[in-house]
């Protein structure tokens, strides 16, 4: 394992596996009486957030949390980022608080990068821009595993075969790039599908295949996993209406019944509903939705015990 | 080192053997029988790694002499440890408690070595966070001294003094292909 987890592209196809064994382990502690370890006793991870967010700061919180770590909270409302100091500035005052992790969410693609040139603790990238969101994949890849792969299959323990379709804003979404990296690293198969506008250039780089046309990938599919469509990011117009990328692009009931039987929708929220995914969707029992998120706590806990957990990595004088 | 010598022999010198580490395993047997009125509410919790297969084949042994089936189940202590900032992160093993969980109970913990006696107090701490056992026992195939904290086994194979230059390493056929117990220096 490295000592930041800035891009999926990073992680082995061994440190992956350990990530999501570690994890599998971890995830008992959800079930019972005290979930609380005593295995970060001691260390600071700071939530370094630029950006809003619900689901992967609290994610992050109660994974260090359970861990017994001590969390230091921050976003940019309201802190001296308002007043103009910079991410240089702000990295070096959380350092000189004796952070052992930071875990940020930036608006700019390869924030988490440059900081982890800045600071000597850990760094943990929970979204950069359009770039990377690795610890989202992470959880999906988990997902995906404790549903189509369950413990006891035997062997060593990857996505292989497993057919996923990824469908939406891959232009805008850093989920998809993390999913794709991650998920074909663990030997799945991975199409993306999108209206063209919404893909990015250098797609066809990418260790997966494209499609435009959702209803012929959904007989193939184990798992669709449907993206966002992030408004907040679009600047100019990537498809005529709203109304017709739901019709084209859109998981209504009629789509779903399209999937084989034993294939699982997720989202990796949060969800415009009635848009990429209709609410009937959303709420039946082929949705892992909910279980994503209570997964991604486990997961996030196996990363920051890979990566706070031991001794001081080799090389990094104190 | 001369290339004749056998991977055995150079992993140190056989205190114990198959047959020995057997009878050693039939008399502990006998012994949780005897102190917990013939195995009543007894939960045998084996430590990760070796403690595990160890703890299964105590199971299987009071099943043979009084035809009981004493729940059995694995603790994993890392995330316990004292010792987790001298080495890099480990992979976790698996903890798996029998259905009827471990409160009331009387739980033997089941470890291959006892040494400094570490391991066993990250295991009473993972244990208190998982249930609220009656009382808690111990028992080790190899108590070879050295203890570091005050604790002692309940139940032991075979004591053997060492000096702590020494490494005392346990092989199980179940994670190893055969039985034997080795002693040798370190390296």
Redesign the interface.
């Known amino acids: 394992m490295n000592r930041h987890l800035i891009s999926a592209a990073d992680l082995s196809r061994s440190d992956a596996l350990l990530i999501l064994d570690t994890a599998e382990e971890l995830a008992s502690i959800a079930d019972r009486p005290i979930k609380k370890l005593p295995t970060l006793r001691g260390r600071t991870v700071v939530n370094l957030f630029y950006e809003d967010s619900t689901r992967t700061r609290i994610s992050f919180e109660a994974a260090a949390k359970r861990l017994s770590a001590d969390v230091i909270n921050f976003s940019a409302k309201g802190s001296s980022v308002a007043k103009g100091e910079g991410l240089k500035d702000t990295a070096l005052t959380l350092e000189a608080m004796g952070a052992d992790a930071v875990v940020i969410r930036h608006s700019a693609s390869g924030a988490a990068h440059t900081l982890a040139g800045w600071v000597k603790g850990s760094v943990v990238n929970a979204g950069d821009g359009t770039h990377e969101h690795p610890t989202q994949a992470l959880l999906d890849a988990f997902t995906i595993r404790r549903r189509l792969r369950p413990r006891g299959s035997g062997g060593e323990h990857g996505l292989d075969g497993i057919r996923v379709t990824i469908a939406g804003d891959v232009l805008h979404g850093r989920v998809a790039r993390s999913n794709v990296l991650l998920l074909s690293t663990l030997g799945a198969q991975v199409t993306l599908v999108a209206p063209p506008t919404l893909l990015p250039l250098a797609v066809g780089s990418w260790p997966c295949s494209v499609s435009y046309d959702l209803d012929s990938e959904l007989p193939k599919s184990d798992v669709v996993m449907m993206l966002r469509v992030q408004q907040e990011r679009m600047n100019a117009a990537y498809f005529p209406s709203v109304r017709e990328y739901s019709r084209r692009y859109g998981l209504d009931v009629a789509r779903m019944a399209k999937l084989p039987e034993h294939a699982i929708v997720m989202h990796p929220g949060p969800m415009n509903r009635g848009v990429e995914i209709a609410a009937e969707v959303a709420d039946s029992s082929r949705s892992t939705i909910v279980e994503q998120v209570a997964n991604g706590v486990t997961v996030r806990m196996a990363v920051l015990y890979l990566l706070l957990g031991g001794a001081d990595f080799p090389g990094v004088t104190q | 080192m001369c290339a004749a010598t056998s991977p055995a022999a150079r992993q140190g010198l056989a205190v114990l053997d198959a047959q020995e580490i057997r009878r050693a395993l039939t008399r502990i047997a006998h012994e949780i029988l005897e102190r917990t009125h013939g195995g009543e509410q007894v939960v045998l919790l084996g430590i990760q790694t070796r403690g595990v297969p160890l703890a299964r084949r105590l199971a299987a042994r009071i099943g043979e002499f009084e035809g009981l089936d004493i729940p059995c189940g694995s603790l ?1 202590v890392t ?2 440890r004292d010792d ?12 798996e408690l029998p259905a009827e969980g471990v409160d009331g109970k009387t739980v033997v913990l089941i470890d291959d070595v006892l040494y400094s006696g570490r391991t066993v107090r990250a295991a009473l ?1 993972a244990l208190t ?3 609220r056992p009656r009382s808690v026992q111990l028992a080790v195939l190899v108590d070879r001294g050295h203890r570091e904290l005050p604790i002692r086994a309940d139940y032991v194979g075979k004591n053997l003094p060492t000096s702590q230059r020494e490494v005392v390493r346990v092989l199980l056929a179940e994670t190893d292909d055969s039985d034997v117990v080795l002693i040798g220096e370190t390296a």
Do not use: N
Request: glycine share 10%; net charge positive; no cysteine.
């Open positions: 994993d995330l316990h987790l900032r001298l080495r890099p992160a480990r992979a976790l093993g698996k903890t701490d966070d998982l249930g």
